[in-house]
T-cell receptor, first 114, second 114 residues
């Protein structure tokens, strides 16, 4: 399995509180991604990073920010959580362009906003 | 917005039967990938097929690609109960800045009954 972990694995938080999810990799891959998965929507890209301090928005980036200060860590922050952000969040990494296009996924974080 | 759309949304078969899932997409691609997701887990890469390939095999998996119809199919032969999972197709998209990202479909939920 690719060396990719997510923390926390489960979190319950209240509306309006800030939340930070962490993705950590040991593969030294350049690309890192944050997705959310909801019933009926499949996987949707929130933000991605193509290097330290280099990030860009995905299709559902509103209400989320990201930071990548080190190659191995990619943080996703919900500045003020809303109930619509209740979801399962997946981090993924890719060795592209130095290698294959395939992505390796973390185990996911189940976030509930009450 | 979703690039790939899987069909059917759900499929239930008996062990030993073959399972076929289809994926349609909208714009031209460089490659198409298939992923599997077991319940409560992250996605796992199964196979990648490039736009200049028509068919690819990996064990009991057979993937076809028809770029003229913008469609792909995933065939799992001699299915097993352990194949029970959701299956997603993903197409690549290269951004204007040269970054690579995947766009996932909503998935096909396969149930293989013992």
């Amino acid at each position: 399995d690719a060396g990719i972990t997510q923390s926390p694995r489960h979190k319950v938080t209240e509306t309006g509180t800030p939340v930070t999810l962490r993705c950590h990799q040991t593969e030294n891959h350049r690309y890192m991604y944050w997705y959310r998965q909801d019933p009926g929507h499949g996987l949707r890209l929130i933000h991605y990073s193509y290097g330290v301090k280099d990030t860009d928005k995905g299709e559902v980036s509103d209400g989320y920010s990201v930071s990548r200060s080190k190659t191995e860590d990619f943080l996703l922050t919900l500045e003020s959580a809303t109930s619509s952000q209740t979801s399962v969040y997946f981090c993924a990494i890719s060795e592209w362009p130095s290698g294959s296009y395939e992505q390796y996924f973390g185990p996911g974080t189940r976030l509930t906003v009450t | 917005s979703q690039q790939g759309e899987e069909d059917p949304q759900a499929l239930s078969i008996q062990e030993g039967e073959n399972a076929t899932m289809n994926c349609s997409y909208k714009t031209s691609i460089n490659n198409l990938q298939w992923y599997r997701q077991n319940s409560g887990r992250g996605l796992v890469h199964l196979i990648l097929i490039r736009s200049n390939e028509r068919e690819k095999h990996s064990g009991r998996l057979r993937v076809t690609l028809d770029t003229s119809k913008k469609s792909s199919s995933l065939l799992i032969t001699a299915s097993r109960a352990a194949d029970t999972a959701s299956y997603f197709c993903a197409t690549d998209a290269i951004t204007q800045g040269g970054s690579e990202k995947l766009v996932f479909g909503k998935g096909t939920k396969l149930t293989v009954n013992p």
